[in-house]
Protein backbone atom coordinates (compact mmCIF):
# COMPACT_ATOMS: atom_id res chain seq x y z
CA UNK A 1 0.00 0.00 0.00
CA UNK A 2 1.34 3.08 -1.11
CA UNK A 3 0.03 6.31 0.57
CA UNK A 4 1.30 9.97 -0.39
CA UNK A 5 0.79 12.78 1.99
CA UNK A 6 -1.60 16.15 0.67
CA UNK A 7 1.12 18.84 -0.27
CA UNK A 8 0.57 22.89 0.39
CA UNK A 9 -2.93 23.57 -1.12
CA UNK A 10 -1.24 26.83 -2.01
CA UNK A 11 0.86 25.13 -4.37
CA UNK A 12 -1.74 23.02 -6.20
CA UNK A 13 -4.16 25.75 -6.72
CA UNK A 14 -1.32 27.88 -8.43
CA UNK A 15 -0.88 24.73 -9.96
CA UNK A 16 -4.23 24.71 -11.27
CA UNK A 17 -4.34 27.70 -12.23
CA UNK A 18 -1.43 27.82 -14.54
CA UNK A 19 -3.05 24.33 -16.11
CA UNK A 20 -6.15 26.33 -16.79
CA UNK A 21 -4.79 28.87 -18.55
CA UNK A 22 -3.00 26.67 -20.79
CA UNK A 23 -5.95 24.45 -21.52
CA UNK A 24 -7.25 23.91 -24.89
CA UNK A 25 -10.17 25.35 -26.69
CA UNK A 26 -13.56 23.73 -25.24
CA UNK A 27 -11.08 22.17 -22.57
CA UNK A 28 -12.54 22.13 -19.58
CA UNK A 29 -13.87 24.81 -17.66
CA UNK A 30 -12.47 25.75 -13.97
CA UNK A 31 -15.39 24.60 -12.17
CA UNK A 32 -14.99 21.55 -13.55
CA UNK A 33 -11.75 20.35 -11.96
CA UNK A 34 -10.59 19.05 -8.93
CA UNK A 35 -7.07 18.95 -7.81
CA UNK A 36 -5.57 15.37 -6.67
CA UNK A 37 -4.52 15.21 -2.95
CA UNK A 38 -3.76 11.64 -1.79
CA UNK A 39 -3.44 8.53 -3.99
CA UNK A 40 -3.20 4.79 -2.18
CA UNK A 41 -2.81 1.99 -4.33
CA UNK A 42 -4.35 -1.22 -2.61
CA UNK A 43 -3.63 -4.12 -5.43
CA UNK A 44 -2.24 -4.04 -8.98
CA UNK A 45 -5.98 -3.09 -10.18
CA UNK A 46 -7.46 -1.38 -7.19
CA UNK A 47 -6.63 2.17 -6.24
CA UNK A 48 -8.25 5.40 -4.13
CA UNK A 49 -7.45 8.45 -4.15
CA UNK A 50 -8.59 12.14 -2.63
CA UNK A 51 -9.12 15.43 -4.18
CA UNK A 52 -10.29 18.93 -3.02
CA UNK A 53 -13.97 19.47 -2.99
CA UNK A 54 -15.22 22.53 -4.94
CA UNK A 55 -17.42 24.96 -2.77
CA UNK A 56 -20.61 24.45 -4.55
CA UNK A 57 -20.40 20.43 -4.84
CA UNK A 58 -23.13 18.80 -3.60
CA UNK A 59 -24.19 15.59 -3.20
CA UNK A 60 -26.36 12.98 -1.00
CA UNK A 61 -24.15 10.02 0.38
CA UNK A 62 -23.92 6.74 -2.30
CA UNK A 63 -24.59 9.18 -5.18
CA UNK A 64 -22.27 9.36 -8.20
CA UNK A 65 -20.61 11.84 -10.74
CA UNK A 66 -18.82 11.81 -13.80
CA UNK A 67 -15.14 12.05 -13.75
CA UNK A 68 -12.40 11.84 -15.90
CA UNK A 69 -9.25 13.20 -17.89
CA UNK A 70 -8.14 15.30 -20.66
CA UNK A 71 -6.86 13.40 -23.63
CA UNK A 72 -4.24 13.70 -25.90
CA UNK A 73 -6.34 15.51 -28.51
CA UNK A 74 -7.80 17.95 -25.57
CA UNK A 75 -10.95 15.88 -25.23
CA UNK A 76 -12.83 15.05 -22.25
CA UNK A 77 -12.70 11.61 -21.44
CA UNK A 78 -15.33 10.70 -18.42
CA UNK A 79 -16.64 7.62 -16.67
CA UNK A 80 -19.56 6.90 -13.76
CA UNK A 81 -17.91 7.16 -10.08
CA UNK A 82 -19.04 6.94 -6.92
CA UNK A 83 -18.27 9.39 -4.71
CA UNK A 84 -16.60 7.38 -1.44
CA UNK A 85 -16.52 10.01 0.86
CA UNK A 86 -19.58 10.97 2.87
CA UNK A 87 -21.55 14.14 2.12
CA UNK A 88 -20.12 16.13 5.32
CA UNK A 89 -16.50 15.43 4.30
CA UNK A 90 -14.16 18.48 3.12
CA UNK A 91 -12.90 16.50 0.47
CA UNK A 92 -13.89 13.64 -2.07
CA UNK A 93 -12.57 10.21 -2.42
CA UNK A 94 -13.01 7.48 -5.40
CA UNK A 95 -12.12 3.81 -5.54
CA UNK A 96 -10.88 2.82 -8.83
CA UNK A 97 -10.54 -0.64 -11.15
CA UNK A 98 -7.67 -0.08 -12.98
CA UNK A 99 -8.78 -1.74 -16.47
CA UNK A 100 -5.19 -2.21 -18.54
CA UNK A 101 -6.66 -1.04 -21.95
CA UNK A 102 -9.65 0.97 -20.88
CA UNK A 103 -9.78 4.61 -22.16
CA UNK A 104 -10.03 6.33 -18.95
CA UNK A 105 -8.46 4.19 -15.99
CA UNK A 106 -5.18 3.39 -18.49
CA UNK A 107 -4.04 7.01 -17.31
CA UNK A 108 -5.98 7.37 -14.25
CA UNK A 109 -3.71 4.70 -12.60
CA UNK A 110 -1.12 7.02 -12.76
CA UNK A 111 -2.72 9.86 -10.90
CA UNK A 112 -0.56 11.79 -8.56
CA UNK A 113 -0.95 14.35 -6.02
CA UNK A 114 -1.12 18.30 -7.41
CA UNK A 115 -3.01 16.24 -10.83
CA UNK A 116 -6.41 17.45 -12.04
CA UNK A 117 -9.37 15.80 -12.76
CA UNK A 118 -12.54 16.44 -14.25
CA UNK A 119 -15.06 16.34 -11.82
CA UNK A 120 -19.02 16.96 -13.87
CA UNK A 121 -21.11 19.13 -10.99
CA UNK A 122 -24.28 17.09 -11.28
CA UNK A 123 -24.40 13.77 -8.95
CA UNK A 124 -27.39 10.94 -9.30
CA UNK A 125 -28.00 7.53 -8.28
CA UNK A 126 -30.25 4.92 -6.85
CA UNK A 127 -28.40 4.09 -3.74
CA UNK A 128 -30.24 6.80 -1.31
CA UNK A 129 -32.12 6.32 1.64
CA UNK A 130 -35.06 8.24 0.56
CA UNK A 131 -36.00 5.45 -1.98
CA UNK A 132 -36.13 2.82 1.02
CA UNK A 133 -39.45 2.24 3.69
CA UNK A 134 -37.96 2.63 6.94
CA UNK A 135 -37.17 -0.61 8.31
CA UNK A 136 -34.93 -2.02 11.44
CA UNK A 137 -31.70 -3.40 9.50
CA UNK A 138 -29.86 -2.03 6.43
CA UNK A 139 -28.22 -4.55 4.35
CA UNK A 140 -25.66 -3.45 1.89
CA UNK A 141 -24.04 -5.95 -0.15
CA UNK A 142 -21.21 -4.95 -2.90
CA UNK A 143 -18.61 -6.63 -4.69
CA UNK A 144 -15.43 -5.31 -5.96
CA UNK A 145 -15.51 -1.39 -6.46
CA UNK A 146 -19.06 -1.61 -5.94
CA UNK A 147 -18.16 -0.84 -1.99
CA UNK A 148 -17.64 2.65 -3.00
CA UNK A 149 -20.87 4.20 -2.38
CA UNK A 150 -21.21 2.10 0.79
CA UNK A 151 -17.88 3.15 1.98
CA UNK A 152 -19.75 6.90 1.84
CA UNK A 153 -23.00 5.89 3.05
CA UNK A 154 -21.40 4.27 6.33
CA UNK A 155 -19.99 7.36 7.38
CA UNK A 156 -23.44 9.19 6.94
CA UNK A 157 -24.87 9.29 10.61
CA UNK A 158 -28.66 9.22 9.13
CA UNK A 159 -28.36 5.30 8.42
CA UNK A 160 -27.96 4.71 12.28
CA UNK A 161 -30.55 6.89 12.75
CA UNK A 162 -32.88 5.72 10.50
CA UNK A 163 -31.71 1.55 10.81
CA UNK A 164 -30.64 -0.28 14.08
CA UNK A 165 -28.20 -2.09 12.10
CA UNK A 166 -26.39 -1.61 9.14
CA UNK A 167 -25.12 -4.87 7.96
CA UNK A 168 -22.05 -4.41 5.20
CA UNK A 169 -20.98 -7.50 3.39
CA UNK A 170 -18.27 -6.97 0.62
CA UNK A 171 -17.29 -9.35 -1.72
CA UNK A 172 -14.08 -10.04 -3.28
CA UNK A 173 -12.00 -12.52 -5.04
CA UNK A 174 -9.09 -12.29 -2.60
CA UNK A 175 -8.42 -11.28 0.37
CA UNK A 176 -5.66 -8.04 -0.91
CA UNK A 177 -9.05 -6.95 -2.29
CA UNK A 178 -10.39 -5.85 0.70
CA UNK A 179 -7.43 -3.43 2.03
CA UNK A 180 -9.61 -0.66 0.99
CA UNK A 181 -13.06 -2.02 2.68
CA UNK A 182 -11.30 -3.40 5.69
CA UNK A 183 -9.15 0.40 6.53
CA UNK A 184 -12.42 2.41 5.39
CA UNK A 185 -14.35 0.45 8.14
CA UNK A 186 -11.67 -0.01 10.75
CA UNK A 187 -10.87 4.17 10.51
CA UNK A 188 -15.03 4.89 10.68
CA UNK A 189 -14.91 3.13 14.33
CA UNK A 190 -12.02 5.29 15.32
CA UNK A 191 -13.81 8.51 14.27
CA UNK A 192 -14.37 10.70 16.84
CA UNK A 193 -17.61 11.78 15.75
CA UNK A 194 -18.85 8.56 14.12
CA UNK A 195 -17.00 6.03 15.54
CA UNK A 196 -19.47 5.26 18.16
CA UNK A 197 -22.24 4.71 16.45
CA UNK A 198 -20.21 2.47 13.95
CA UNK A 199 -18.73 0.76 16.42
CA UNK A 200 -22.18 -0.02 17.51
CA UNK A 201 -24.66 -0.56 14.73
CA UNK A 202 -22.49 -1.85 11.80
CA UNK A 203 -21.62 -5.23 11.30
CA UNK A 204 -18.78 -5.98 8.50
CA UNK A 205 -19.15 -8.92 6.09
CA UNK A 206 -15.75 -9.44 4.34
CA UNK A 207 -15.42 -12.61 2.19
CA UNK A 208 -13.99 -13.94 -0.28
CA UNK A 209 -14.62 -16.21 -3.04
CA UNK A 210 -10.86 -17.72 -3.77
CA UNK A 211 -8.70 -17.99 -1.35
CA UNK A 212 -9.14 -19.09 1.91
CA UNK A 213 -10.29 -17.05 5.00
CA UNK A 214 -13.00 -16.00 8.12
CA UNK A 215 -15.73 -15.64 5.67
CA UNK A 216 -15.94 -17.64 2.66
CA UNK A 217 -18.16 -17.64 -0.55
CA UNK A 218 -20.56 -15.48 -2.79
CA UNK A 219 -22.64 -13.27 -1.41
CA UNK A 220 -25.58 -14.73 -3.04
CA UNK A 221 -25.05 -17.97 -1.49
CA UNK A 222 -24.31 -16.33 1.56
CA UNK A 223 -27.83 -14.74 1.06
CA UNK A 224 -29.63 -18.22 0.11
CA UNK A 225 -28.15 -20.59 2.42
CA UNK A 226 -29.36 -18.18 5.78
CA UNK A 227 -25.33 -18.27 6.21
CA UNK A 228 -24.85 -14.33 6.26
CA UNK A 229 -28.10 -14.08 8.94
CA UNK A 230 -27.23 -16.86 11.19
CA UNK A 231 -23.51 -16.21 11.66
CA UNK A 232 -24.42 -12.58 12.66
CA UNK A 233 -27.30 -14.10 14.82
CA UNK A 234 -30.34 -12.06 12.74
CA UNK A 235 -33.17 -13.84 11.33
CA UNK A 236 -33.59 -15.09 8.23
CA UNK A 237 -34.32 -11.92 5.62
CA UNK A 238 -38.25 -10.33 6.33
CA UNK A 239 -39.52 -7.29 4.13
CA UNK A 240 -41.45 -6.44 7.07
CA UNK A 241 -37.64 -5.52 8.46
CA UNK A 242 -35.16 -5.91 6.26
CA UNK A 243 -33.85 -2.88 3.76
CA UNK A 244 -30.88 -3.77 1.14
CA UNK A 245 -29.02 -1.80 -0.92
CA UNK A 246 -26.92 -3.71 -3.89
CA UNK A 247 -23.99 -2.43 -6.01
CA UNK A 248 -22.10 -5.16 -8.31
CA UNK A 249 -21.78 -6.30 -11.49
CA UNK A 250 -24.77 -7.09 -13.39
CA UNK A 251 -25.25 -11.04 -12.77
CA UNK A 252 -24.35 -10.37 -9.24
CA UNK A 253 -27.38 -7.70 -8.86
CA UNK A 254 -29.90 -9.38 -11.10
CA UNK A 255 -29.00 -12.61 -9.04
CA UNK A 256 -29.79 -11.00 -5.68
CA UNK A 257 -32.93 -9.28 -7.08
CA UNK A 258 -34.64 -12.49 -8.14
CA UNK A 259 -33.91 -13.78 -4.48
CA UNK A 260 -35.39 -10.88 -3.04
CA UNK A 261 -38.10 -10.73 -5.51
CA UNK A 262 -38.78 -14.54 -4.25
CA UNK A 263 -39.16 -13.25 -0.96
CA UNK A 264 -41.76 -10.65 -1.72
CA UNK A 265 -39.25 -7.48 -1.55
CA UNK A 266 -40.39 -4.82 -3.60
CA UNK A 267 -37.57 -2.29 -5.39
CA UNK A 268 -38.21 1.16 -4.21
CA UNK A 269 -38.01 4.68 -5.81
CA UNK A 270 -38.35 8.08 -4.87
CA UNK A 271 -42.08 8.24 -5.21
CA UNK A 272 -42.33 4.98 -3.65
CA UNK A 273 -39.89 3.81 -1.06
CA UNK A 274 -39.43 0.48 -1.05
CA UNK A 275 -37.02 -2.66 0.40
CA UNK A 276 -34.39 -2.60 -1.61
CA UNK A 277 -32.38 -0.56 -4.07
CA UNK A 278 -29.97 -1.51 -7.20
CA UNK A 279 -27.01 0.24 -8.47
CA UNK A 280 -24.45 -0.93 -11.31
CA UNK A 281 -20.98 -1.08 -10.20
CA UNK A 282 -19.61 -0.62 -13.55
CA UNK A 283 -21.31 -1.22 -17.11
CA UNK A 284 -20.03 -4.75 -18.41
CA UNK A 285 -18.39 -5.52 -21.79
CA UNK A 286 -21.37 -5.28 -24.24
CA UNK A 287 -24.02 -3.59 -22.43
P1 LIG B 1 -14.40 1.07 -19.69
O1 LIG B 1 -14.35 1.11 -21.19
O2 LIG B 1 -15.39 1.98 -19.03
O3 LIG B 1 -14.67 -0.41 -19.16
C1 LIG B 1 -14.09 -1.52 -19.84
C2 LIG B 1 -14.57 -2.80 -19.19
O4 LIG B 1 -13.95 -2.96 -17.90
C3 LIG B 1 -16.08 -2.85 -18.89
O5 LIG B 1 -16.81 -3.27 -20.01
C4 LIG B 1 -16.14 -3.84 -17.74
O6 LIG B 1 -16.13 -5.16 -18.23
C5 LIG B 1 -14.83 -3.59 -16.99
N1 LIG B 1 -15.02 -2.69 -15.82
C6 LIG B 1 -15.25 -1.35 -15.84
N2 LIG B 1 -15.35 -0.85 -14.58
C7 LIG B 1 -15.19 -1.90 -13.75
C8 LIG B 1 -15.19 -2.03 -12.33
N3 LIG B 1 -15.40 -0.95 -11.51
N4 LIG B 1 -14.99 -3.23 -11.79
C9 LIG B 1 -14.78 -4.32 -12.60
N5 LIG B 1 -14.76 -4.27 -13.96
C10 LIG B 1 -14.97 -3.08 -14.52
N6 LIG B 1 -15.65 2.15 -11.46
C11 LIG B 1 -14.81 2.24 -10.43
O7 LIG B 1 -13.67 1.81 -10.53
N7 LIG B 1 -15.19 2.86 -9.25
C12 LIG B 1 -16.43 3.36 -9.07
O8 LIG B 1 -16.75 3.91 -8.02
C13 LIG B 1 -17.36 3.24 -10.16
N8 LIG B 1 -18.63 3.70 -10.04
C14 LIG B 1 -19.51 3.52 -11.07
C15 LIG B 1 -20.85 3.91 -10.89
C16 LIG B 1 -21.77 3.68 -11.92
C17 LIG B 1 -23.21 4.11 -11.72
C18 LIG B 1 -21.36 3.07 -13.14
C19 LIG B 1 -22.35 2.82 -14.26
C20 LIG B 1 -20.04 2.73 -13.33
C21 LIG B 1 -19.10 2.92 -12.29
N9 LIG B 1 -17.76 2.54 -12.42
C22 LIG B 1 -16.91 2.64 -11.36
C23 LIG B 1 -17.23 2.05 -13.72
C24 LIG B 1 -16.57 3.23 -14.45
O9 LIG B 1 -17.58 4.08 -14.94
C25 LIG B 1 -15.64 2.81 -15.61
O10 LIG B 1 -16.24 1.82 -16.38
C26 LIG B 1 -14.28 2.32 -15.11
O11 LIG B 1 -13.63 3.37 -14.45
C27 LIG B 1 -13.39 1.84 -16.25
O12 LIG B 1 -13.23 2.90 -17.18
P2 LIG B 1 -12.36 2.68 -18.49
O13 LIG B 1 -12.63 3.82 -19.42
O14 LIG B 1 -10.94 2.44 -18.11
O15 LIG B 1 -12.93 1.34 -19.12
P1 LIG C 1 -16.25 -15.63 -8.02
O1 LIG C 1 -14.83 -15.56 -7.62
O2 LIG C 1 -16.91 -16.90 -7.61
O3 LIG C 1 -16.48 -15.31 -9.48
P2 LIG C 1 -15.15 -9.82 -9.98
O4 LIG C 1 -13.76 -9.51 -9.49
O5 LIG C 1 -15.24 -10.80 -11.11
O6 LIG C 1 -15.97 -8.57 -10.22
O7 LIG C 1 -15.87 -10.55 -8.76
C1 LIG C 1 -15.96 -9.97 -7.47
C2 LIG C 1 -16.66 -10.94 -6.55
O8 LIG C 1 -18.03 -11.09 -6.98
C3 LIG C 1 -16.04 -12.33 -6.59
O9 LIG C 1 -16.01 -12.82 -5.27
C4 LIG C 1 -17.00 -13.12 -7.47
O10 LIG C 1 -17.05 -14.50 -7.14
C5 LIG C 1 -18.32 -12.48 -7.11
N1 LIG C 1 -19.35 -12.63 -8.14
C6 LIG C 1 -19.22 -12.47 -9.48
N2 LIG C 1 -20.40 -12.67 -10.11
C7 LIG C 1 -21.30 -12.98 -9.15
C8 LIG C 1 -22.69 -13.32 -9.16
N3 LIG C 1 -23.42 -13.36 -10.28
N4 LIG C 1 -23.27 -13.57 -7.96
C9 LIG C 1 -22.56 -13.52 -6.83
N5 LIG C 1 -21.26 -13.22 -6.74
C10 LIG C 1 -20.62 -12.95 -7.89
Excluded at 96 to 118: A, F, M, N, Y
Excluded at 123 to 151: H, I, S
Excluded at 210 to 230: H, V
Aim: aromatic share 8%.
Amino acid sequence: MTQLQNPSPLAALDQANKSLASRPKGGISAPDQVTVTAVTHWTDKLFSFQTDRPPGFRFQSGEFAMIGLVDDEGKAVTRAYSIASPHWDDHLEFYSIIVPDGPLTSRLRHVQIGDKIILRPKTTGTLGLARLRDGQRLYLLATGTGFAPFAALIRDPEIYERFEQVILVHGCRTIAELGYSQKIVADSRAHPLIGEMVTRQLHYVPSVTRENFTQTGRITTLLADGKLASSLSLPPLDPAFDRIMICGSIGLNQDIAAQLLEKNFHEGNLSSPGDYVIERAFVGDGI
